[in-house]
């Protein structure tokens, strides 16, 4: 068990510009959840995947930001011109199935931050 | 719409004390997760309640969940430095492992 991974730990880039965030979930797993941390703040739900299907979206993913998992494993997090509100940490995590009742598991996310 | 409140927000302890933190949710749910973080980390699972009167026990750390009071505690006992950290509860709505909705955090210092 390898664990989430997050590629890259942290993005700086500027205004308006577009970035793209990677994850790899725990291999057995069948579902992702994207979730965004800011400063002091609990994470919040942006979507998540059950194998390459997007179930769910959040009102925080507006048009900018776009998500996917085109073979159910690895999922990518685009957002495009980019705002200083979206400055956060970006956290997957990845679980089982409902029918095994375990937690979700997090990686160490992605920190971006807009100048 | 859910809304998921921990109390205290800062907590500051002395070792081998004893302390509660709480969770309070506003709508129906029986599944609820403690997570705990430390800083520029990420999130640790801890404990998974799935039921009413449901109690699990980690070392220092025992969870309960009272889903007709809509009210989980976190308890500490004799705490430790190791415990320093930020912990978190969520609740799952949708019975089926899905979006959680977090609270904001309890962020502990245990002081030797």
């Known amino acids: 068990d390898t664990g989430v991974s997050q590629d890259p730990r942290h993005k700086i880039t500027k205004r308006g510009q577009n970035v793209t965030f990677r994850c790899d979930p725990i291999s057995e797993h069948n579902r992702l959840y994207w979730y965004r941390q800011t400063l002091g703040q609990g994470p919040e739900f942006l979507t998540y995947f059950q194998n390459e299907a997007q179930l769910e979206k959040s009102r925080l993913l507006s048009d900018r930001f776009s998500a996917e998992r085109p073979k159910g494993s690895f999922s990518t997090l685009e957002i495009q011109r980019t705002e200083q509100g979206d400055s956060a940490m970006y956290l997957c995590a990845s679980s089982l199935g409902t029918g095994f009742l375990q937690p979700q598991h997090f990686g160490d996310g992605t920190r971006l931050s807009i100048l | 719409e859910l809304k998921v409140e921990q109390n205290p927000l800062f907590l500051s302890m002395q070792e081998g004390k004893n302390y509660t933190i709480y969770c309070n949710y506003s709508?129906?749910?029986?599944?609820l997760y403690w997570y705990r973080q430390d800083p520029g980390k990420s999130l640790e699972s801890l404990f998974v309640?799935?039921?009413?009167?449901a109690v699990k026990q980690e070392g220092r750390l025992m969870a309960s969940l009272d889903t007709k009071a809509r009210l989980s505690t976190l308890h500490i006992t004799a705490a430790v430095h190791d415990l320093s950290a930020t912990y978190f509860c969520?609740?799952?709505?949708?019975?089926?492992?899905?979006?959680?909705?977090f609270g904001t955090g309890t962020r502990l210092t245990i002081i030797p």
């Open positions: 969520a609740v799952d709505v949708n019975f089926g492992n899905e979006k959680l909705t």
């Open positions: 709508t129906t749910s029986d599944r």
């Open positions: 309640l799935l039921s009413n009167g």
